[in-house]
């Protein structure tokens, strides 16, 4: 019941935030993108011209997911850097955890409230999405449905980072780490091209070394893809989620034990 109250307060501080107000901006902005596209299916599906429309149809609604998702992460970065911060900002960390209620309880309620928020956001951007599938004239199928469930894992992973860094570290520390370990696998590749330029290979060995720390935020690329109307195979999908949310699970443990560290008479 503790970690009840906490979320609700959580939830609440986040509503005054009025990043509800922010997603339904971004979502006329998306429609505002998309009405021209849509107008376009709309004339060739009258035309006659399916396969054409059905292109169409496919690549507006991979730009809309990808676009969700974009923002979505962000939206999970910022709540997460600033969730507990703006309490202990503001002081009222001090009466929370003056009443009888520990320490993981207070981090579990505000990292539940901060979920819960974040699964809000993304009712709506659903709902988005589910209208521009019916409007470029495709069926719901099992590959909208798990793209907005990849989406939604990874702005999950952001959260968590963001939530267990910030635990222990600044705002903008635990931001841009966050962005770093997010995009590891990148960065690594990246930098091992870089170093191909200067006559320098890095043995795959050391390669994969390196990536190993990091999450497997690519490995959802087939699913995204399988929108386009690629071929899905189902096992790794599920192994890269299940990964994914191991990784999130992870992330919570570390922000839970630097939290139960973190000397509070000292904020940041």
Known sequence: MTILVV???AIRRLWRSRLLMVTGIIALLIIG???SSIVFISVAQEAGES???????I???FFIAMLMGWFASLVALLIGVTVT????????????LAKPIARWEYLA??????LGYLLLIWAILGGIYGGLVSLTGQSWSMSHSLT?????TLSVLVLSLAFGLAQGLSMGVAAVLTLVIYNGKFLVKEFAQLLSLVKVTLPDAVTRTMIYPFPATD???ALFQSVLEVPLDALPVGWVFLHLVDYSIAALLVGWWLFRRRDLAMTD
């Open 85 to 96: 911060w703006q309490e202990l900002r503001d002081g009222t960390i001090f009466g929370l």
């Open 109 to 114: 309620g505000k990292y539940l409230g901060s």
């Open 219 to 221: 490995g959802l690329d």
């Open 7 to 9: 979320a609700g307060s």
């Open 51 to 57: 396969q054409q429309a059905q292109q169409a149809a």
């Open 148 to 152: 907005l469930v990849g989406r939604l």
């Open 33 to 35: 993108l998309t009405s």
């Open 59 to 61: 690549g507006v609604l």
